[in-house]
C-alpha cells in the first residue's frame, strides 16, 4: 500500500512537472472576475449583508500557479492574501505572476496544508479549490483549514464529483494500465493517453466525452495531466461529500452554483412530482438532483462557515430602506445599460437604475438615495438586490467604502 508521504511526494512530482493551471502571465490585472474570489461578494452569499470591515486576512489554501491567488489579491485591495502549495514549481510561477500584475497584499510559502497551523494565525476567508481531492487524508486537510478559520469567517472549498467523471476515471484506469509501474513518469503517461484518445473510434463514450467537455483545455499537456494521469484522486457523491463537511465540524452554507441544486430546474413541469420532491430533506433533494442529473456532477463548489455566522433578512421595507447599497464588485460592462452579474445573466437596465447604481457607493442610504431619485421605487431597489447587481449593509453603523 503506498504511503501518505509517497502520495503527497508523487503530487508534488506531477506539479513541479506540469505546474497548474498553465494560464499565461500578464503585466496588468487579471481580466474578468470570479465572485467567489470578491470578499463582499462571497461574504455576502453566505450572509445576506455586505462586510463590516474589508480588511481581512485570506488563505489561497494550494493556489497552484496563483492564478486564484492573483484575482484574490486584485479584488481585495485592502486584504492580505497568504497563499501556500506543495509544489516549489508553481509557486514560483505564482509569485511571478503577482509580481507581474502589481499583487502587492500577497505572500507565498512553500507548505503542505496539512501544516497551516505553522502559519500562526487564522483567516477571515479560505479558498480551497481542486485541492483536498488530491490529499492522501481530505479529513485531515479540511479539519487543518477549520481550526485556522476565524469565527465568523467562511470556507470556499472545490472538490471532484464522481458521476460526472466516469469517464475520466476509466480513462485514468486504462493509462495507468498501458504505463505499468512506471507511472511516476508522467510526460510518458500524457503520450499514451494522447494515443489512446487517437486510437479510439469515433463515437466511443470516452473519445466523446472528451471531445464535447475537456478537449480544448487538454490541448496543454499541463491540463492533460492534471486530469488523466494524476497520481491521487477522491471522487465524491453527495453522501460522501457532506461526510467530508462532517468531519470539518463546519457549518454548510450552500453550493455556490446554487442554480444547479434548484428542483424546478429539472421536474419543474410535473407540479406534483416537484411538491413530492420538496418534502424531502435537504440531503435527500440533494441526492435526487445528483441523481438525475449525474453528468452535471463533475464537481462539487460551497461554502463552509465557523459560527458565528449572522444572516441579514431583508424582508421588511423599513430594513432596506435603512440599509447602505453597494454596487455588486463583479459586474461585467458596467458602466452601461447592458451588464452581466455575477451569474453571467444579461441584465439591461433603464437610465433610472443605472442612476442609482451609479450612486450606491456606500455613502448614503437607500432612503436618501430613494428621496433623491424619485423615478425609482422600492420595487426596483429590492429587483437590483435579487439580480445580485447591489449587496446592503445594514444602517445604523460605519460601513467600509472601496
Known amino acids: 500500500m503506498t504511503s501518505a508521504a509517497e502520495i503527497t511526494a508523487a503530487v508534488r512530482q506531477l506539479y513541479n512537472t506540469y505546474p497548474f493551471p498553465p494560464e499565461p502571465i500578464l503585466d496588468e490585472p487579471p481580466p474578468g472576475y470570479n465572485w467567489r474570489w470578491s470578499w463582499p461578494a462571497a461574504y455576502s452569499f ?11 486576512a485570506i488563505l489561497d489554501a494550494g493556489c497552484g500557479t496563483g492564478v486564484g491567488t492573483e484575482y484574490l489579491a486584485h479584488l481585495n ?9 506543495l509544489s516549489e514549481g508553481a509557486l514560483e510561477i505564482a509569485q511571478e505572476r503577482c509580481r507581474r500584475s502589481r499583487a502587492h497584499n500577497v505572500q507565498f510559502q512553500h507548505r503542505s496544508l496539512y501544516d497551516v497551523a505553522h502559519l500562526g ?54 493509462i495507468a494500465l498501458l504505463q505499468g509501474s512506471d507511472r511516476s513518469n508522467y510526460p510518458q503517461g500524457v503520450a499514451i493517453g494522447r494515443q489512446i484518445f487517437a486510437a479510439l473510434p469515433e463515437g466511443n463514450r470516452l473519445k466523446k466525452r472528451e471531445q464535447e467537455r475537456w478537449s480544448l483545455d ?31 465540524g463546519l457549518e454548510f452554507v450552500g453550493f455556490s452554483n446554487p442554480r444547479l441544486w434548484q428542483l424546478e430546474r429539472l421536474l419543474g413541469t410535473q407540479p406534483d412530482l416537484l411538491a413530492r420532491a420538496q418534502h424531502l430533506s435537504p440531503l435527500e433533494q440533494y441526492q435526487l438532483i445528483e441523481a438525475l442529473d449525474p453528468e452535471a456532477m463533475t464537481h ?103
Open 121 to 174: 494565525q487564522t483567516f477571515d476567508m479560505i479558498n480551497c479549490v481542486g485541492v483536498l481531492h488530491h490529499l492522501p487524508d481530505p479529513a485531515r486537510g479540511i479539519q487543518a483549514l477549520a481550526n485556522v478559520l476565524a469565527p465568523g469567517g467562511i470556507l470556499h472549498v472545490f472538490v471532484y464529483g464522481e458521476l460526472g467523471r466516469w469517464e475520466i476515471k476509466l480513462m485514468q484506469r486504462a
Open 46 to 56: 453566505c450572509t445576506g449583508r455586505y462586510p463590516s470591515r474589508l480588511d481581512v
Open 218 to 248: 487538454n490541448q496543454r499537456d499541463e491540463c492533460f495531466a492534471d486530469m488523466y494521469v494524476h497520481p491521487q484522486e477522491i471522487d465524491y457523491t453527495i453522501a460522501s461529500l457532506f461526510e467530508l463537511i462532517a468531519a470539518s
Open 77 to 85: 485591495p485592502h486584504a492580505q492574501v497568504m497563499a501556500i502549495d
Open 300 to 402: 462539487y463548489e460551497f461554502f463552509l462557515a465557523k459560527p458565528p455566522l449572522v444572516r441579514q433578512d431583508w424582508s421588511a421595507d423599513a430594513q432596506v430602506l435603512a440599509a447602505i447599497p453597494y454596487r455588486h464588485p463583479c459586474l461585467d460592462g458596467w458602466p452601461g445599460g447592458c451588464v452581466f452579474n455575477c451569474h453571467y445573466d444579461v441584465i439591461y437596465l433603464n437610465a433610472a437604475e443605472q442612476q442609482f447604481l451609479a450612486a450606491a457607493n456606500g455613502q448614503a442610504t437607500v432612503a436618501d438615495l430613494l428621496a433623491q431619485q424619485p423615478e425609482v421605487s422600492l420595487e426596483q431597489v429590492r429587483s437590483l438586490l435579487e439580480q445580485q447587481l447591489i449587496l446592503l449593509a445594514p444602517g445604523g453603523a460605519s460601513w467600509p467604502t472601496y
